[in-house]
C-alpha cells in the first residue's frame, strides 16, 4: 500500500517570502501522479499542482513550483512571494495510475502567511 | 461549469442513528471519490465509482457504511448505525477519469457531528 508523510504539521512564512513544504511517500510502482492540494478554512479543496512521475521536469505553476525526485519518493513544494491568500492547508497526494487510479493523501501542513 | 455539490452541509445526530449523504459530481465525470475527513487529518478514502461501479471500497466499514452511485451520476453515502469516531467531515469528489494526470475536484463537504 502507498504512504504519503508531511512531515510538517505547521508552516509559516512571511508575506513576500519563500516558503518550502515537504512531502515523501511510498511505493513500490513507477506510473504514478502526485498532487498538490490546497484547502483553505471554507474547506473546499482546489489543485495547486501536479507531477507526472515519468517527467523529470519539475511542474511549474505561476509562484508554485514542485521539488521532484523520484528515487528519493520526495515531492516538495515551493511557493515564492508568498501571499496572505496562500494561507490553507496544503495536501501532497499520490494516485497510483495502475492500480484503478487508486488515491492517497497526506496528512496536511497548516501554513500561515505572516503580513 | 458547475462545481461538485454536496447536502447537507451539516448535520448533528446521535449516535445509532442513520444519516445519509448525497453528492452530485461534475458533469461528464465517470470517477466518483467518498472521503472521510477527520479533524487535523488527511483525505481517508472511503470509496471510489467509475461510472456506477465500485472500483476501491476497501477502506469503507462495511458493516455499518453503504453507498452507491445510481445511473453512474449522482452517489449517496448512508452511515446505519452511527458511532462516536464517525464525527468527520465526508468529502465527495470527481474527476473525468482514473487514468492519467486528471485532477480531483472536490465538494464543499458535509460535516458530521454525532453526539
Known amino acids: 500500500a502507498q504512504t504519503v508523510t508531511q512531515s510538517q504539521p505547521e508552516m509559516s512564512v512571511q508575506e513576500a517570502e519563500t516558503v518550502t513544504l515537504s512531502c515523501t511517500y511510498d511505493?513500490?510502482?513507477?506510473?504514478?501522479?502526485l498532487f498538490w492540494y490546497k484547502q483553505p478554512p471554507s474547506r473546499q479543496m482546489i489543485l495547486v499542482i501536479r507531477?507526472?512521475?515519468?517527467?523529470?521536469q519539475n511542474a511549474t505553476e505561476n509562484r508554485f513550483s514542485v521539488n521532484f525526485q523520484k528515487a528519493a519518493k520526495s515531492f516538495s513544494l515551493k511557493i515564492s512571494d508568498s501571499q496572505l491568500g496562500d494561507a490553507a492547508m496544503y495536501f501532497c497526494?499520490?494516485?497510483?495510475?495502475?492500480?484503478?487510479?487508486?488515491?492517497?493523501f497526506g496528512d496536511g501542513t497548516t501554513l500561515t502567511v505572516k503580513p | 461549469e458547475a462545481g461538485v455539490a454536496q447536502s447537507p452541509r451539516y448535520k448533528i445526530i446521535e449516535k445509532r442513528q442513520s444519516v445519509a449523504f448525497w453528492c452530485n459530481p461534475i458533469?461528464?465525470?465517470?470517477?466518483l471519490y467518498w472521503y472521510q475527513q477527520i479533524l487535523g487529518q488527511g483525505p481517508k478514502l472511503l470509496i471510489q465509482?467509475?461510472?456506477?461501479?465500485?472500483?476501491?471500497d476497501s477502506q469503507l466499514p462495511k458493516d455499518r457504511f453503504s453507498a452507491e452511485r445510481l445511473k453512474g451520476v449522482d452517489s449517496t453515502l448512508k452511515i446505519q448505525p452511527a458511532k462516536l469516531e464517525d464525527s468527520a467531515v465526508y468529502l465527495c469528489?470527481?474527476?473525468?477519469?482514473?487514468?492519467?494526470?486528471?485532477?480531483?475536484?472536490f465538494g464543499p463537504g458535509t460535516r458530521l457531528t454525532v453526539t
Open positions: 469528489a470527481s474527476s473525468l477519469s482514473v487514468a492519467g494526470s486528471y485532477e480531483q475536484y
Open positions: 511505493t513500490s510502482e513507477s506510473d504514478y501522479y
Open positions: 507531477q507526472e512521475a515519468y517527467k523529470q
Open positions: 497526494a499520490y494516485r497510483s495510475n495502475t492500480n484503478a487510479g487508486k488515491s492517497t
Open positions: 458533469s461528464g465525470h465517470a470517477t
Open positions: 465509482f467509475q461510472n456506477n461501479g465500485v472500483v476501491d
